[in-house]
């Protein structure tokens, strides 16, 4: 069992995953701080969470901006466990890809976890223990279609992972991350209705196909997981990354 008054940081906290994975933490009283931009979700989270657990606050922060990130490490120096959700996509192929969805991707999904990751860690190191779980995707290890310059991100995720992973083994922090395929989250929903409207319930249908298990993962089945690798329960992982994709990689022909 995860032991309880650990100082969780959840980046992207307050909606999709990020949000998931800060129900499942709270479940066990466990302090947790949601960073998010959307300051109405957040301010809801803590609304409900804070129903069960009072120990639940949010920051308002764009990941991207160095004061903004400056400014949650120097408020937070009692980290336990930092998870980095927050990320954005872009659909496109390398032509269809402009310089500035380029730049706004790597901002936030490359840039944004280096900032954040940068700004904690030397808060880890001086209790010489903590985790850190990157969020990032099965498209940072395989080709998917028109998701250039977002598996370009996804991909230095991965990287900085294993970096961090063994630049810091000896501080006694572990970094891993874990790679979802397709998660039914409001995002999945927006998309749908902004690109196949009136077609939403028959193109949800042919992605859920797209993982070989026959539907898409569900939010709470990624917390569960970070949840676990937050533990000391699994004190003997680091540097790994593990795929929750209902086979998505290595099943499909």
Do not use: W
């Not at 990320?87 to 490359?110: P, W, Y």
């Not at 790679?179 to 077609?199: C, Q």
């Amino acid at each position: 069992m995860f032991e309880s008054k650990k100082f969780i940081v959840v980046t992207g906290g307050a909606s999709g995953i990020g949000k998931a994975i800060c129900q499942r933490f709270s479940q066990n009283k466990n302090r947790i701080l949601i960073v998010d931009k959307d300051r109405d979700k957040g301010a809801a989270l803590v609304k409900e969470l804070s129903l069960h657990n009072k120990e639940v606050s949010f920051f308002g922060c764009d990941i991207s901006n160095h004061d903004q990130v400056k400014e949650l490490s120097q408020m937070n120096p009692d980290v336990d466990v930092l998870i980095n959700c927050a990320g954005i996509s872009h659909i496109g192929t390398i032509e269809t890809t402009d310089e500035e969805d380029f730049k706004r991707l790597f901002d936030v999904n490359v840039k944004g976890i280096f900032l954040v990751t940068k700004a904690i860690i030397s808060h880890l190191k001086k209790k010489k223990k903590g985790v850190i779980i990157n969020i990032t995707s099965v498209a940072a290890s395989v080709g998917i279609a028109e998701r250039f310059a977002y598996s370009m991100t996804k991909g230095a995720v991965l990287s900085m992972t294993y970096s961090i992973a063994k630049d810091y083994v000896d501080y006694g922090i572990r970094c891993n991350s874990i790679s979802p395929a397709r998660i039914h989250t409001p995002f999945v929903d927006e998309y749908l209705k902004k690109h196949y409207p009136g077609e939403e319930a028959k193109k949800y249908e042919e992605l859920s196909k797209t993982q070989p298990i026959g539907r898409m993962g569900k939010p709470e089945e990624v917390a569960e997981l970070a949840f676990f690798l937050s533990s000391d329960n699994a004190q003997f992982i680091t540097g790994t990354d593990f795929p929750i994709d209902g086979g998505f990689l290595k099943l499909n022909t």
